[in-house]
């Protein structure tokens, strides 16, 4: 089988990644400047960071759920162009800062590669369980050729 990258699950989820991050940015834009005016930092800062890592998260996750095959390198490269364009908008729009974009950037790069690989998981035991049940529905239709009683009675024609 060949090893083919699928690019419209990559192009997809950037959309999606990027699309949905600095979109509630701008939501909750004006609730972040009255928590630092109010002097509560760490309530934006857990704003700010929780909400691109928990998008990145999601989009991963919906990503390697839905990609064939292993294909985790769908999202790892999703999270990284994702993170840089996130990074680079937030520094040119949003005032963030030099540490914001060095710790964010790669904590958004995990959060999207872990959801991506939790997905991938997901869809193997997905494909295991129908596998497993496929498996267990042609055993039971086998012992019911097998059995006439099993089958129940004949319709008339």
Known sequence: MRDR???????VALVLLVGLTIGARVLVADSLADMVA???PLGA?????????LTF???GLFVGRLTRGREVKVMALASLLGSAIVSTVG???FNLNIFAVAFGAPTLFVCGYVGGWIGERWQ????????I???????REGSSDDDPEA???RPEA
């Open 5 to 11: 990258f699928d690019w419209p699950y990559l192009i």
């Open 38 to 40: 109010q002097d509560r």
């Open 45 to 53: 800062l857990a704003i700010s960071g929780g909400i691109p890592a």
């Open 57 to 59: 998260f999601l989009v």
């Open 91 to 93: 520094v040119r729009y």
């Open 124 to 131: 193997r035991i997905a494909r295991q369980i129908r596998g």
């Open 133 to 139: 049940l496929r498996l267990d529905k042609q055993a």
């Open 151 to 153: 089958r129940g009675p």
